[in-house]
């Protein structure tokens, strides 16, 4: 029988996703019929994954999709199944991340007037008034399939709108009768509803960016996710190499820049110093940011001139949100980066090529500067394990290649300087601030690319968000094993340190008793060798760290499980 349902399932199949991230329940009677009749008579569908906790399915498809690009699909339970998503929906929304997400609803009829009519007592408790308002916030489209008939004109719709930027999940609903109903199948021409195409910079725009970064002293790009796409990396790197323009990366998402090029000037997340090279700016070009600067503790010179691209420049999400740009364009990086490079090749660069090679010799002294601070900051301290000396190490055990995604927190900062990355596509964070997304991303990240090592490297408590007995049992289950390094400074500093940064001399800074401590510490890496035979290490000395990390990696490379080193460090 053809049901909406199937159609659904075609639809997901036609459309290219790999991945149908599921948590069943008894709205989705009609999709598991679909998937068994499809693997009966042989016809390819996604594959389907078992997800016990709903934001680990989000957080998968979310890792898959930074990885690949690409939407996957995600499938939970009514109402109830959608609030349990929590705050990987957020994460996937601010993160720009396109995920596509399923839920049934109640039945809506209650006499067996249809087929999937209610015959359970939870149907009654789980009807609500307003399901899809549960994610509205979040979501860039949501919406209920009504019939079978426009099914997958439906879904085609919803996740041309989530890979079109700016990018980000989008919720569909359909009600048990409507997936049970029998339906015709419709053909869909799939370049029908390929994502909108990148936009570009208007021509006098190209111009006046070009002309500005050549007359400037000290042209700067602040970024954040521009490397989202490679691509982008790439025309990045061959506009500032040829311009000699300092790359500075602001709570970056991504590796938007080799940070071991000179034109590279570093990071900044939380540190509570002005950032040198945005105050010697007088010309920055703010490109793919959410947070370019924290204006109460580093900011632009005020008369640094300032020109913002970005996929949505209004920030239409965020109630507050403004920079001083004397412009600002809704255009792809890339297009706009390839661009203003060819319109600079175009002209003449001989009037600037003196303050070229001045500002060249100045990054590239600043750069040095920068990469011996960085070394410094490793080395090993003996008496204790710093974050740095432990990222340091991990760092050059795994390799330039292996896919680092970080949930460090209050170590975010140590994390993106001491990995050094030098190629797009190997580190990423959520791009969204809540925490627990590090593990199903691993996962994700792994089945978007089976080759790839893929390290997690977590705070203790941010551990514990990530739902680690679902993830390590999905490790096991999907052979999908992975390494996760706890950065374990005994509970939340983040708040703890916030709180006594607010009241230096309040009651905060006379004690120590702040509820933000997880003494008696458990067991991190027992939780996951539990739920998924993950090997376990638990250190807390300089000494350690290597042995420690060479059985992980002889744990996941070589038995192919997964391992989490719980590692005490030193407050940070
Ligand atoms: C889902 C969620 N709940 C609560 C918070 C608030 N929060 C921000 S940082 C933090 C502490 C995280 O602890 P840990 O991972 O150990 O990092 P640390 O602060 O110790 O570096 C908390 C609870 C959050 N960001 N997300
Ligand atoms: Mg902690």
Not at 39 to 55: D, L, M, N, W
Not at 394 to 412: K, M, P, Q, W
């Amino acid at each position: 029988m053809y049901t909406t349902g199937t159609a659904l399932l075609e639809a997901l199949q036609e459309a290219g996703i790999d991945c149908l991230f599921a948590n069943f329940g008894s709205d989705h009677t009609a999709i598991i019929e679909a998937v068994a009749a499809a693997r009966e008579s042989g016809q390819p569908i996604p594959r389907v994954f078992t997800v016990p906790h709903e934001a680990v399915a989000m957080s998968a498809a979310h890792g898959y999709a930074q990885l690949s690009g690409r939407a996957q699909a995600v499938l939970v339970h009514v109402e109830c199944g959608t609030q349990s998503l929590a705050g990987a929906v957020h994460n996937a929304a601010k993160g720009r991340v396109p995920v596509l997400l399923l839920a049934g609803t109640s039945p809506a009829t209650q006499e067996g007037e249809l087929r999937g009519s209610r015959n359970e007592f939870i149907q009654w408790i789980q009807d609500v008034a307003d399901q899809r308002g549960i994610v509205r916030g979040y979501v860039r489209y949501d919406h209920e399939i009504r019939f079978g008939a426009n099914a997958k004109q439906i879904v085609h719709r919803a996740l041309r709108i989530a890979e079109s930027d700016p990018r980000g999940p989008v919720y569909l609903v359909a009600s048990r009768e409507v997936l049970e109903s029998e339906t015709s199948p419709v053909v869909i021409q799939r370049e029908h509803w390929r994502p909108v195409a990148p936009a570009a910079l208007a021509d006098s725009a190209v111009g006046a960016i070009a002309e500005a970064l050549l007359a400037a002293r000290r042209p700067l790009v602040v970024t954040s996710f521009l490397g989202r796409k490679p691509a982008a990396t790439h025309a990045l790197v061959e506009l500032c190499r040829e311009l000699a323009v300092g790359v500075l990366e602001s709570v970056p998402n991504y590796v938007n820049y080799p940070t071991t090029d000179p034109m590279y000037q570093g990071c900044q997340w939380n540190e509570r110093q002005q950032n040198e090279a945005l105050a010697e700016a007088d010309f920055i070009v703010v490109i793919d940011s959410d947070v370019p600067w924290i204006p109460t503790v580093s900011r632009p010179s005020p008369d640094a001139r300032i020109v913002h691209i970005d996929p949505d420049p209004l920030k239409l999400q965020m109630p507050l949100w403004y920079i001083p740009a004397e412009a600002s364009y809704q255009a792809d990086a890339c297009t706009a980066l390839s661009q203003v490079l060819t319109a600079v090749r175009q002209g003449s660069q001989a009037e600037a090529s003196a303050r070229i090679e001045e500002r060249r010799v100045h990054y590239e002294r600043r750069h040095a500067e920068l990469a011996a601070r960085i070394a410094d900051d490793e080395r090993d301290r003996s008496a204790v394990l710093t974050s740095e000396f432990l990222t340091a190490a991990v760092r050059d055990a795994i390799g330039e290649d292996a896919v680092v995604l970080s949930e460090a927190v209050t170590n975010f900062h140590v994390v993106t300087r001491h990995m050094r990355r030098t190629r797009p596509g190997t580190l990423f964070t959520s791009g969204g601030g809540s925490l627990g997304w590090c593990g199903g991303a691993a996962i994700g990240a792994k089945l978007a690319r089976p080759d790839a090592l893929v390290v997690a490297m977590c705070g203790d408590g941010t551990y514990l968000f990530t739902q680690p007995s679902t993830v390590h049992w999905m490790a096991r289950r999907y052979a999908t094993p992975f390494l996760q390094v706890i950065f374990n400074n005994g509970g939340w500093s983040a708040p703890r340190e916030g709180a006594r940064g607010m009241h230096p001399s309040g009651a905060v800074s006379r004690t120590d008793q702040l509820d933000t401590d997880f003494s008696p510490a458990p067991d991190y890496g027992g939780i996951a060798a539990a739920a998924g035979g993950a090997h376990a290490e638990r250190i807390s000395r300089p000494d350690e760290v290597g042995p420690a990390i060479e059985r992980a990696l002889a744990a996941v490379l070589g038995e192919r499980r997964s391992a989490v080193i719980d590692a005490r460090v030193a407050a940070s």
